[in-house]
């Protein structure tokens, strides 16, 4: 059933503010490995990092996930601790929205 499907999957997108461009194309080099690690993962369906058309200081992460016990277990693991290291190294601010909030 596609519309049950689509009611299980859990889209997480992720705002990124960097201070600089430099740090913000740094994090993305040192974040590409972690990613490829999390598209492995059991239930990622996307996990994608885009630039705004609009601005140097942000970066934005799709993350899909087919269900968000999926999601939960990718948060536990430890290539994303090493995410959050790099957030704190580039000193990135986050905001999360998911559909609920979108």
Request: with cysteine; charged share 40%.
């Amino acid at each position: 059933n596609i519309k049950k499907e689509v009611d299980e999957m859990k889209n997480f997108y992720v705002t990124y503010k960097f201070k600089n461009a430099k740090d913000r194309s740094e994090f993305l080099r040192e974040v590409k490995p972690y990613a490829q690690i999390s598209r492995q993962e059991e239930g990622c369906v996307r996990y994608d990092y885009y630039y705004p058309a609009e601005s140097d200081l942000e970066l934005m992460l799709w993350e899909q996930w087919e269900t968000a016990g999926c999601q939960e277990e990718h948060m536990r693991r430890p290539h994303f601790a090493k995410i959050g290291e790099l957030k704190e190294k580039y000193e990135a601010e986050t905001e999360l929205m998911t559909e609920e909030t979108v």
